[in-house]
């Protein structure tokens, strides 16, 4: 087995293979915050759009939906190190981005294809749709492994 990885490709597969996601936003001053700007991480479920774009289905009622809309600046934890004993030993992906609010059908079937379980609550009137726009992505494939990959690399356009 080699070390050498094709680092966009491996990233993609590790967005893509993910469901679940650290959401990092710029926390803005609101109930019980703090003040800003914070970083404020939670935990989201993402899917992809065909291009690679990872979506988000959350609620205005969010800190993070709210934070977002004050900055559409995002970063997106991909964790693929399950079942390591050292799980710094193995990948991750951390995505930079901009998100929005999309109103798009199609978008929205394919994340409740990834995620059914959200159907439930698809159809509350709080709960959007969000596309991330990468800028660029920075994968850890291991240790001394280290990747800065650009959007135009990351993303797959045809």
């Known amino acids: ?90 990948p991750r992906v951390t995505l930079q981005g901009e998100a929005g609010q999309v109103e798009d059908g199609g978008l929205m079937d394919i994340y409740l294809a990834r995620h059914p379980q959200a159907k439930f609550y698809a159809e509350f009137k709080d709960f959007h749709l969000f596309r991330v726009r990468p800028l660029r992505a920075h994968l850890v494939a291991g240790f001394g492994r280290i990747h800065w990959i650009e959007a135009g690399e990351l993303l797959e356009i045809d």
């Open 1 to 90: 087995m080699t070390d050498e990885i094709d680092p966009a490709p491996f990233c993609r597969r590790i967005i893509r293979a993910a469901g679940p996601a650290t959401l990092a936003t710029t926390a803005v001053k609101g109930k019980g915050g703090v003040g800003g700007p914070w970083p404020y991480a939670s935990l989201v479920l993402t899917a992809c759009d065909g291009q690679g774009n990872p979506l988000l289905l959350i609620s205005d009622l969010a800190d993070h939906t709210r934070n977002m809309r004050a900055d559409a600046r995002v970063s997106l934890l991909y964790d693929g190190t399950g079942g390591l004993d050292d799980p710094l030993t193995g």
